[in-house]
């Protein structure tokens, strides 16, 4: 068990009584309120404010695997070269978050969210309008991958560990990332439903006004920075935080394990409907196959966070990988029908990022919540790096052999090894953090 940390302070980032000089402009009052005394109003705010705008950008985000086929027959590139679009939005999605994260830890994530979820709606408006690689990569790889790493993990997370004492961050961050998974199990239907009634350019565009749907969301989560200069609680600046990050073995496995995460998680993304077409079933199939996947996450997303307090998290992840592992080789030497696929989506679901609370806390715990954005930002990184390998492999094994099988071998032993590189972390504070 973690220990107990009084609630009415704020961990790692402001004390109650700094000089009212530098109290952020505006989400001064949901601030305030926590520190007060932790006022669970305020605090489930700022929760499902980070929540929903996760499950608008990761909604949409992974809904776009169903319009591969028709962008394919739409502009006549070949699978590999649209997969190409997708995996760069990969690599993007995480190249932003450092540095999305480390201007949210300077001013705040509230601008920063401003300009993603706008980065979103149009990156994805635009995308029926392309017809080249490059305008695929511009639109879907640059300003819709950029807009939902602005928008992503690495500043919602932080924005919700700073409120929270530490025994208390586990739960908060499954939660934020249940939202994802929320997003992704309603908006795969919806998707699917529209490409069917209005046709696949008009559903994208669709898609592309829901995600104006967080805007609000700014507006709770706009003060939510660190303010430390004013506070005293930094102990090292965001270059000395890195460079500590990039000399600790624990963090280099930690993130050597997020990049398996990221190769499962995009090519699952990007390749689900076409595993399920591959397997001579219905489209609608790849749908709900797509849904379930998030709705399970969800399952797995709150039930990690409830875990995080209770066991090591290394182990925790551990545990993940492993089950991937199995699922995948279990699928391969199953009979490939509707229901068969509903479960494995089911379990992947349950999988899918549920590394993610673990993998935040470790950040946490390792150099408390100061410069978390910037951190788990760096993480996300090398997460997006597989998820590029991920998508883009996938496509390119697909046209080279007409089959995913390969690709899923890659995935058996890159799971068995993250299974294992996480076995010698250390759990253990790096920084000196505030009582």
């Not at 994530?109 to 309008?129: C, E, H, K």
């Amino acid at each position: 068990m973690n220990p107990e940390t009084p609630t009415t302070l704020l961990p790692d980032d402001v004390p109650p009584g700094r000089p009212k000089a530098h109290q952020p402009p505006a989400g001064a009052a949901t601030r305030a309120a926590v520190e007060r005394g932790g006022s669970r109003f305020a605090v489930w705010v700022v929760l499902l404010a980070a929540a929903g705008t996760f499950a608008l950008t990761m909604g949409v985000r992974q809904t776009m695997g169903l319009f591969l086929s028709s962008l394919n027959t739409a502009t006549g590139l070949g699978v590999g070269s649209i997969s190409l679009a997708f995996a760069f939005g990969q690599l993007w999605w995480g190249l932003t978050q450092p540095f999305a994260g480390a201007f949210a830890d300077r001013v705040g994530a509230g601008r920063v969210l401003l300009l993603g979820v706008m980065l979103v709606a149009l990156g994805t408006f635009i995308t029926p309008f392309m017809t080249t690689t490059v305008g695929l990569i511009f639109a879907i790889g640059v300003l819709a991958a950029g807009g939902a790493g602005m928008a992503g993990p690495a500043v919602l997370m932080a924005a919700t560990a700073r409120l929270l004492p530490a025994n208390k961050r586990g739960m908060a961050t499954g939660i934020v990332n249940a939202g994802g998974s929320f997003g992704q199990f309603v908006m795969a239907p919806i998707a699917g439903a529209l490409m069917v009634s209005v046709g696949w350019g008009n559903a994208m565009q669709v898609m592309a006004g829901l995600v104006l749907l967080a805007l609000p969301a700014a507006f709770f989560l706009q003060g939510n920075n660190v303010q430390a200069a004013a506070s005293g609680a930094k102990t090292m600046g965001t270059g000395e935080a890195v460079r500590l990050a990039l000399r600790t073995p624990s963090f280099l496995l930690l993130a050597a394990g997020f990049f398996v995460c990221g190769f499962h998680v995009a090519f699952l993304a990007t390749h689900l409907p076409g595993v399920v077409a591959s397997c001579g079933l219905p489209t609608q199939w790849g749908a709900w196959a797509l849904g379930i996947l998030g709705l399970f996450n969800i399952v797995g997303s709150i039930a990690m966070g409830w875990a995080v307090g209770r066991w090591r998290m290394k182990s925790l992840l551990s545990l993940v990988y492993s089950v991937r592992a199995i699922a995948v080789l279990v699928f391969l030497l199953a009979p490939k029908t509707g229901p068969v696929v509903l479960v494995f989506a089911a379990v992947m679901g349950v999988s899918f990022l549920s590394t993610v609370p673990p993998t935040a806390g470790l950040v946490a715990k390792f150099f408390g919540t100061a410069h978390m954005a910037t951190l788990f930002g760096l993480v996300m990184l090398t997460h997006q790096v597989g998820g590029f390998l991920g998508a883009f492999l996938g496509g390119k094994i697909f046209d080279a052999t007409g089959s995913y099988n390969w690709v899923w071998y890659i995935d058996i032993v890159l799971a068995v090894g993250a299974a294992l590189i996480h076995l010698p972390i250390k759990e253990a504070k790096l920084v000196p953090q505030p009582a």
